[in-house]
Structure formats: structure tokens, C-alpha cells
């Protein structure tokens, strides 16, 4: 295997072309997919070397597998990130996150505005191993100071959160978690790393579903975590090894692939969301219309200074409540009506009897989910045709 020349001397868009590739003898130009679970040894001895570390090579996928590692190496690059390991899914990178690196008395602060899912590991099974946790209102940083506690070792967060698109403040919750010697671990699904790099703010670790933007064509399962070498070598590695939450080679180089056009489509994804935010703040039936780079948004201002651009979801409300809001969603044309986000395909959930239904209705409405709030994910199609399908729907509510 050859590897490319001068990593890292490249601008962001030539290392999402070029991060990480490595070839084979046979020079081909695109990335190969290697399909296998096991490698062979030339010999007893070196199969002995490669078990102690001292010689080079792969032994078996569920440590490592030489696709999955060009999709790493170019996250890493993408994300300016010294480490990185592909898992079978998002919520496999966050789960691993906290199992590899908490332990019984721990104690983690979050944001209160959270993946689903990620709200359940917290709350449901890490209890089970004696690591407590505090909820914060994400946007004020007084109460993640006031949460920290002596064990407090981890704070976790998402912005633009699901699904109001809340803005936190990464530099003053990093500062934070510093004072306290304790990580800050970000989940930039929404964001993605052409929009945000969360580390260049202060965050130690970065975990990402790659379902979502970095697949971008709504096909496969995947996530990601960026962090140090001593967290990667201390923490992460050993708890991935043997626990084995690997992605399949196949996913990996699905992902891969598509980080050669993430760039591209966030760019488009980006732009369309923003004519289709301003569309629907034109309408009548619509009371509010919450996209991170409009300046109605109340972050607005720390949105531009973290990101590069306002991200592919417009979530927003229409009179009526939950009646309204379904049948808009029911006579949407083009549109899917589907609960995931960030596919080539527009698609648009109502959060508060999908996403966020197990949400107990008082948190619900904390988060500012309410009956008649809609999420959109705005695709890759023609902007003036999913205008267009809006204002037809929005004729039925
Ligand atoms: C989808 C998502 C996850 C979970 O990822 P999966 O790939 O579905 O496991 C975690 N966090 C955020 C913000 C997400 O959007």
C-alpha cells in the first residue's frame, strides 16, 4: 500500500477528495473496498509480530480494516482531529464515548436539547453503572457552571440541536469543561465538518452520525469519533477492540466516497435551506421559522461565528397545532414524510409524536417542541419545487 504524499498541506475541500487514500500495487485511482474479515501472515513469525505491535499490518476487522481506515484518516483530516474510529452507527460512537472513558461516581452535564437516544443512554443505562448526569439548558452557560460537580468528567452537547436548532456557545462551554479537567464531547451530526469544526473551538472529543450528512444519500449506517491520541490510546481503543461496534467495510466505503462530495452538497444543502426558510416565513399559516443563519433566529450572531453556513434542516411551526401540522405533512407531493434527516431526498417530521414522543410532555415543551412544530430537511432537489409543494400543502391546512 502507497499512501498520499503531503497530507495536510491541503485546503478542506482537496482533503475530502484526496484525506486518507492509500492504493494498492494495482495504482487504482478510486478507493478499493476490502471486503474481508481476516488477513494472512507470511509467516507464524510475522503473524507473532503483528500481535505484539511490533510489526505493522492488519489482523482482524473488528480492530481495523484498511477501508475503514482511509474513511478515518480522512475524517480526521476533515475534522482536524489527531484520531479517529468509524463505528457501526451514530449511537454506537456516542455509547461508546461514555463507556470507554466513564467509570462508577462519574458524573456527566448535558444539554437538554438531545438526540433521543443519546438522552436514553444517559439517563436509562448509564445509571445502571453508578455515573449520574444534570440537564442543562444548553444555551446558558451560568448552568453549566452551576451543574459542574467534583466528578463531573464529561459534558456533551449538540448544536444546532434537534429539532429548534438551539445554538450553544462551544468556546464558553469548553473553557468549562478545561477549569474542570474534565472532556467536552460534541455531536456534530447537524453540522457536519464542512460547517463546524468543533475542536478549533475547544472541544475534545467530536462524535458524528454518518448516517446523516456525510452519507447523504439516506443508504447506510455510520458514525464516527474524533479525538487525542491519549484518549484514542487510554480509552477508546481498547473498550472498540473488544467490545467490537465496527463498521462494516462496505459502510465505510459508502462514507468514504460520499466525503468526496460532502462539500458540494453542503454547500447546496446550505443554500436551498435558506430559500426555503425565507419562503416559509412568507406565509401566512406559519407563526414562527427557526434557521440558524436568519437573523430572526435568536443565536443568529454566535451561529455565523461558529459556522460556515446554516445547515440543510428549517424547523418551524404552523398555526393550528398538531391538526395543522398533520395535515400539511399529509398533503405534501414531493416531501417525504420520514424522521430521518440529512438524505439528497427532502423529508420532513413532526417531533412531537416521532423523534421526540417519549419525551415527557413538560421536558417537551421545555425543548420547545411544540404541537404544531415541524422539521424539514431540506434536500438536493430544486428549491423551487419544494417551495412549490409547501404552498400547495400549506393551502390544505
Ligand atoms: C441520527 C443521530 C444520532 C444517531 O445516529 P445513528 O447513526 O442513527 O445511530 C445521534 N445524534 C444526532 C444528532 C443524530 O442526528
Do not use: F, H, K, Y
Given at each position: 500500500m502507497t499512501t498520499n504524499k503531503k497530507p495536510g498541506k491541503w485546503r478542506a475541500r482537496t482533503l475530502g477528495v484526496r484525506g486518507g487514500q492509500m492504493r494498492t500495487p494495482f495504482q487504482e485511482t478510486s478507493e478499493p473496498l476490502f471486503m474481508t474479515s481476516g488477513y494472512a501472515y507470511e509467516s507464524a513469525d510475522e503473524a507473532e509480530g503483528r500481535f505484539t505491535g511490533a510489526a505493522p499490518g492488519y489482523q482482524y476487522s473488528r480492530y481495523s480494516n484498511p477501508t475503514v481506515t482511509m474513511f478515518e484518516e480522512r475524517m480526521a483530516a476533515l475534522e482536524g482531529a489527531p484520531a479517529a474510529r468509524a463505528t457501526a452507527s451514530g449511537m454506537a460512537a456516542v455509547s461508546g464515548v461514555f463507556l470507554s472513558a466513564l467509570k462508577t461516581g462519574d458524573h456527566v452535564v448535558g444539554a437538554k436539547a438531545m438526540f433521543g437516544a443519546c438522552r436514553y443512554v444517559i439517563e436509562e443505562i448509564l445509571p445502571r453503572f453508578g455515573i449520574t448526569h444534570t440537564f442543562v439548558d444548553g444555551g446558558d452557560i451560568d448552568q453549566w457552571a452551576a451543574a459542574m460537580t467534583p466528578g463531573t468528567r464529561m459534558l456533551f452537547l449538540e448544536?444546532?440541536?434537534?429539532?429548534?436548532l438551539a445554538i450553544v456557545d462551544l468556546k464558553a462551554v469548553a473553557k468549562i469543561a478545561d477549569k474542570a479537567g474534565a472532556w467536552l464531547v460534541v455531536d456534530n451530526a447537524f453540522a457536519s465538518p464542512v460547517l463546524q469544526r468543533p475542536m478549533a473551538f475547544g472541544a475534545h472529543v467530536v462524535v458524528h452520525s454518518s448516517t446523516k450528512y456525510i452519507d447523504g444519500q439516506g443508504r447506510a449506517l455510520g458514525g464516527v469519533i474524533l479525538c487525542k491520541e491519549d484518549f484514542l490510546k487510554d480509552h477508546l481503543q481498547p473498550f472498540l477492540r473488544n467490545t467490537g461496534p465496527a463498521i462494516s467495510p462496505f459502510n465505510a466505503w459508502l462514507h468514504l466516497k460520499s466525503l468526496e462530495t460532502l462539500d458540494l452538497r453542503m454547500r447546496a444543502h446550505c443554500e436551498s435551506a435558506a430559500k426555503v426558510a425565507d419562503f416559509l416565513a412568507g406565509q401566512k399559516k406559519i407563526t414562527r421559522v427557526l434557521y440558524p443563519f436568519r437573523e430572526d433566529h435568536p443565536q443568529h450572531k454566535l451561529a455565523r461565528a461558529q459556522m460556515a453556513g446554516g445547515g440543510g434542516v428549517v424547523t418551524f411551526e404552523v398555526d393550528g397545532g398538531k391538526a395543522a401540522a398533520f395535515r400539511l405533512e399529509n398533503a405534501l407531493q414531493l416531501i417525504d414524510v420520514s424522521n430521518?434527516?440529512?438524505?439528497?431526498k427532502s423529508i420532513m417530521t413532526h417531533p412531537e409524536t416521532t423523534t421526540h414522543q417519549r419525551v415527557n410532555p413538560q421536558a417537551r415543551l421545555e425543548l420547545g417542541v411544540t404541537p404544531g412544530l415541524l422539521r424539514l430537511s431540506v434536500g438536493l432537489e430544486d428549491p423551487a419545487d419544494l417551495c412549490e409543494d409547501l404552498e400547495q400543502a400549506l393551502k390544505g391546512v
Open positions: 448544536t444546532p440541536a434537534n429539532p429548534t430521518n434527516l440529512g438524505d439528497a
